[in-house]
C-alpha cells in the first residue's frame, strides 16, 4: 500500500516579529542522500489514518502577525511490529491543494510559485527512517519532500498505542527556505524563515 504520509509536513507564511509565545522546538534538518523505502514492513500491523481522524495544523508569522492554516487532504499509515513504535515507520502524504488559510487571496498566493507552486508539486510527504525513544517520548527522523526538494528532518513526538490505535502529537518547527520557498514578503512586512507544525494523528488498526 504506498500511502505516504506527515509529520510533518509543510510549510507556510511566517514572521520576524519578536513574540511572547514560546517558540516550538525547531527541528533539525540536512539534505537526504537516500528515500527510505516504502515497501511494507514485514510482519508489522498496519495503522492507516486520514484528515477524517487527524490534524495537520501550521502557523506562520511576519512583522505584523501571524496566519494560522491547515491542510485538509492528507493520508497516511503507521507500521508497528510487536507494537513498538521503536521498530515502526510512519508514511505519509499531503494534498498541497487543500491548504487552507484566511483571508481567501492569501490561500491563492500560497499556492502560487512564490510559495509553494501547487500545480507543479501538487503532493508532499514524508517517509520515517527512525523512531528512537527518549525520555520525553520518541525522536523522529524521516525525509520530507516539499516543493520538489527532499530534506532530512528530526522532530519530538509523543507516541500511544493501544490494541486499535495509534495516536502521534507533535509540536515542531521548520525553515521553508530549506525547501526552496524563498519569497521574501513585503519590504515592511517580511515573512519569518521558521513556520510552525502541528500534528495530531490518530490511525486505526486494519483488520
Known amino acids: 500500500m504506498r500511502i505516504a504520509l506527515i509529520a510533518a509536513a509543510v510549510i507556510g507564511l511566517a514572521g520576524c516579529k519578536k513574540n511572547e509565545d514560546k517558540p516550538a522546538p525547531k527541528a533539525t534538518s540536512a539534505v537526504a542522500t537516500t528515500q527510505a523505502s516504502i515497501e511494507p514492513i514485514e510482519g508489522a500491523h498496519a495503522y492507516p489514518f486520514t484528515q477524517a481522524e487527524s490534524k495537520l495544523n501550521w502557523v506562520g508569522k511576519k512583522i505584523t502577525g501571524k ?41 491563492d498566493h500560497l499556492k502560487s510559485d512564490d510559495f509553494f507552486g501547487v500545480e507543479k508539486f501538487p503532493r508532499a510527504n ?44 507533535a509540536d515542531f518547527a521548520i525553515n521553508r527556505k530549506d525547501f526552496g520557498v524563498v519569497y521574501p514578503g513585503k519590504p515592511d512586512d517580511l515573512i519569518a524563515d521558521d513556520v510552525a507544525l502541528k500534528l495530531e494523528i490518530h490511525a486505526k488498526k486494519k483488520s
Do not use: Q, W
Request: one cysteine or more; glycine letters at 10%.
Open 67 to 107: 496566519h494560522e492554516g491547515s491542510f485538509g487532504v492528507f493520508g497516511g499509515i503507521i507500521e508497528l511490529v510487536g507494537n513498538d513504535p521503536a521498530n515502526g515507520r510512519v508514511r505519509c502524504e499531503i494534498d498541497m491543494s487543500s491548504l487552507t488559510t484566511s483571508p481567501a487571496d492569501l490561500v
Open 126 to 169: 514524508f517517509v520515517s527512517t527512525s523512531l528512537a525513544k527518549t525520555d520525553a517520548g520518541y525522536s523522529v527522523t524521516g525525509n520530507l519532500t516539499l516543493h520538489g526538494v527532499t530534506r532530512t528532518l528530526t522532530f519530538p513526538a509523543t507516541i500511544a498505542v493501544s490494541d486499535s490505535e495509534v495516536t502521534v502529537n
